[in-house]
């Protein structure tokens, strides 16, 4: 079994980060609650949304990656990541950083690659290119993903799905706590 992951909001509870980070690029006093909300949807929507420039999105990087040096792992994801034959992420998130969070808890052992969208030259989630290049090198059975930008090439390329902690988007699975990964989905494959 081969797993195609999604990083921010799937192996790590990054989520806080990426809200301080927005509304310290936004330098307004903004509802966490409602940022978080947007940033659920995708980022390019929250810019859009609170009418913040493109052209800031390099400095929006460098403050969520400043504020996720405390991110954890979702419980039981250790569990998950030994239980499947080979793990790759492709993530929006810079790859310094992606490579920091996983060696610091002791995650990236479970790796065979990491892929950072924009950083690599694809175009950014939901296009298919970043899984499309993964696709070349080693057959993906299941993708997992907490926004719909995240299952939507997953989808098109005819690859099971699973959403995490989000009910309200199409997949073959949805699970809230990875201690039910094995039960719900991998049981079921």
Not at 64 to 78: A, G, K, Q, R, W
């Amino acid at each position: 079994m081969n797993v195609l992951w999604d990083f921010d909001g799937t192996l790590f509870d990054t989520y806080p980060a990426l809200v301080e980070g927005f509304v310290n690029l936004s330098k307004q006093n903004l509802d966490r609650t409602e940022v978080l909300r947007w940033l659920k949807k995708d980022s390019k929507t929250a810019f859009k949304h609170y009418g913040i420039s493109e052209e800031l999105r390099g400095e929006y990087q460098r403050l969520y990656n400043m504020h996720s040096v405390n991110s954890l792992p979702f419980d039981h994801i250790e569990e998950v990541l030994a239980a499947v034959d080979e793990n790759v992420i492709v993530t929006h998130r810079d790859k310094e950083s992606t490579l920091m969070l996983l060696g610091k808890f002791g995650l990236l052992k479970y790796f065979q690659e990491v892929v950072s969208v924009e950083e690599q030259g694809f175009t950014r989630k939901p296009h298919t290119a970043s899984y499309e290049y993964i696709l070349k090198t080693r057959h993906i059975d299941l993708v997992v993903g907490d926004r719909d930008l995240d299952l939507i090439p997953a989808r098109g390329l005819n690859i099971k799905t699973v959403a995490f902690q989000n009910p309200n988007i199409t997949a073959d699975f949805h699970i809230d706590h990875y201690a039910d990964f094995n039960q719900k989905v991998l049981n079921h494959l």
